[in-house]
């Protein structure tokens, strides 16, 4: 995606820290696959936003779950056991388990491991119903 490199442990990062990069990344894929399917602000904005919130995000994770490794398990964890801030359009289970997610994607853009967070994005149902 981005060539950046973390100089430190990601794992030793804060489980909020991993689910903020890897916002950054899931928004990144899901924007970079719909310019594929539309050229108009308008509708990509509008694709964006059913992809590109809590409950696709906690969908991922149930999907991908049973795949994680056991550092991703460990990082999974963190991040669904952080104290964020809710919004209130989300409820609070939905809203840990997407920021486990987040998580999982940040640690695993930090750890440079490109082929595994290709599959995990992959993974994402992105449909364009009525393009």
Known sequence: MLDFTYEGNPAELPGLTLAYIGDAVYEMYVRQELLKKSTTAHKLHEMAIRLVNNNSQAALFRKLEPEFTDIEQSV????????????????????????????????????????????????????????
């Open 76 to 131: 999974a964890h963190r991040g669904r056991n952080t104290k964020g801030k809710v919004p209130r359009n989300a409820d609070v289970l939905t809203y840990r388990i997407a920021t486990a997610m987040e998580a999982v994607i940040g640690y695993t853009y930090l750890t440079k491991n490109e082929e595994r967070l290709q599959w995990m994005l992959s993974q994402l149902n992105i449909e364009t119903e009525g393009k």
